[in-house]
T-cell receptor
Framework: AQKVTQAQTEISVVEKEDVTLDCVYE???????LFWYKQPPSGELVFLIRRNSFDEQNEISGRYSWNFQKSTSSFNFTITASQVVDSAVYFCALSEARTSGSRLTFGEGTQLTVNP | DGGITQSPKYLFRKEGQNVTLSCEQN?????MYWYRQDPGQGLRLIYYSQIVNDFQKGDIAEGYSVSREKKESFPLTVTSAQKNPTAFYLC??????????????FGNGTRLTVT
């Protein structure tokens, strides 16, 4: 069965610090997608990134970067020079090709607080 | 602007009453989903629909019902059979409906409190 684990329940940093959110996943499928979503206090989840299981290239988008390592089944998310606006709950999610529809399995989320 | 509208934002009900949560999208998406979020937990799938007039149970469908009579609408009814209905409910949609790699677009959610 598929599973996503975000071991860090809460992280608190001071503005401008770098922070890494960990995500470890389990799947028996060889074809799958991994996602990160951000949930600000307003409640709506915002899609950040999607990565397929055949593409282990790291990705950088502004202050955000993602490190995908199949060898350790991890898909970690780093925010460089954090800002107060980054404060939110971040979810990692997994979708397997053999599962019908875009059925995502979510991790429990990491509450990130960036203090000024 | 296109998006997903959930209403109301806050909903209060007495135990034993059925309640219906609204979800409307104007993104022309085929698939729609209902997730439940509890404090400190990830999102869990209640029901999903890949096409009009068809829907499937998710991981925690007991005590819930849905309908998909129009592409734009996917209402969720929380019945009195749901033992612990107090939670934050999120509606989502995606295109195409059968693709596992489609990112989900979410509404702002409805916080249901049952006392």
């Amino acid at each position: 069965a598929q599973k996503v684990t975000q071991a860090q329940t809460e992280i608190s940093v001071v503005e401008k610090e770098d922070v890494t959110l960990d995500c470890v996943y389990e799947t028996r499928d060889t074809t799958y997608y991994l996602f990160w979503y951000k949930q600000p206090p307003s409640g709506e989840l915002v899609f950040l990134i999607r990565r397929n299981s055949f593409d282990e290239q790291n990705e950088i988008s502004g202050r955000y970067s993602w490190n995908f390592q199949k060898s350790t089944s991890s898909f970690n998310f780093t925010i460089t020079a954090s800002q107060v606006v980054d404060s939110a709950v971040y979810f990692c999610a997994l979708s397997e090709a053999r599962t019908s529809g875009s059925r995502l399995t979510f991790g429990e989320g990491t509450q990130l607080t960036v203090n000024p | 602007d296109g998006g997903i509208t959930q209403s109301p934002k806050y909903l209060f009900r007495k135990e034993g009453q059925n309640v219906t949560l609204s979800c409307e999208q104007n993104l022309n998406h085929d698939a729609m989903y209902w997730y439940r979020q509890d404090p400190g937990q990830g999102l869990r799938l209640i029901y999903y629909s890949q096409i009009v007039n068809d829907f499937q149970k998710g991981d925690i469908a007991e005590g819930y019902s849905v309908s998909r009579e129009k592409k734009e609408s996917f209402p969720l009814t929380v019945t009195s059979a749901q033992k612990n209905p107090t939670a934050f409910y999120l509606c989502a949609s995606s295109i195409p409906g059968s693709s596992y790699n489609s990112p989900l677009h979410f509404g702002n959610g409805t916080r249901l409190t049952v006392t």
